[in-house]
């Protein structure tokens, strides 16, 4: 099996131009720095790896969010707290935390958000290492 787990995220939301707008703000906050977006197609990546994950968008105007969420991870309640912070100043919606979250496993902390179009979008740090049990 290969060491990387995903190769992208391929999100649909219904502006592309108000996404770029938030998810430019967002994602090099997370880590991923690189703009490589288009005409049609937002993409942002990290620097200097090869080969690359990257989160990926396009535009789908009948596109409804449901429950599914994306969660990235933090190396720190530090670097929670600051994204947060960004997702405050970027718009998101529905924002919760940042928070400890016992209930999910010993020491996991994030905080919680919805984009423009309702996606949402978690930002964790676990401390144990553990998942849930």
Same mark, same amino acid.
């Given at each position: 099996?290969?060491? !990387?787990?995903?190769?992208?995220?391929?999100?649909?939301?219904?502006?592309r131009?108000?996404?770029? !707008?938030? @998810?430019?703000?967002?994602?090099?906050?997370?880590?991923?720095?690189?703009? &490589?977006?288009?005409?049609?197609?937002?993409?942002?990546?990290?620097?200097?790896?090869?080969?690359?994950?990257?989160f990926?968008?396009?535009?789908?105007?009948?596109?409804?969010?449901?429950?599914?969420r994306?969660a990235?991870?933090?190396?720190?309640?530090?670097?929670?707290?600051?994204?947060?912070?960004?997702? !405050?100043?970027?718009?998101?919606?529905?924002?919760?935390?940042?928070?400890?979250?016992v209930? @999910?496993?010993?020491? @996991? @902390?994030?905080?919680?958000?919805?984009?423009?179009?309702?996606? &949402?979008?978690?930002?964790?740090? !676990?401390?144990?290492?553990?998942?849930?049990?």
């Amino acid at each position: 099996m290969s060491k !990387r787990l995903f190769d992208h995220i391929d999100l649909r939301v219904r502006n592309r131009e108000i996404a770029q !707008r938030f @998810y430019a703000q967002i994602l090099p906050a997370i880590g991923f720095k690189v703009d &490589k977006s288009g005409e049609e197609w937002g993409q942002f990546q990290p620097a200097g790896k090869t080969p690359v994950e990257f989160f990926g968008f396009e535009e789908d105007s009948d596109h409804k969010p449901n429950g599914t969420r994306i969660a990235f991870w933090a190396e720190s309640r530090a670097d929670v707290d600051k994204v947060a912070e960004v997702v !405050r100043k970027a718009g998101g919606k529905n924002i919760e935390g940042p928070e400890l979250c016992v209930d @999910y496993s010993p020491g @996991y @902390y994030a905080v919680f958000f919805e984009d423009p179009d309702g996606n &949402k979008l978690e930002v964790c740090c !676990r401390e144990s290492g553990l998942s849930a049990q």
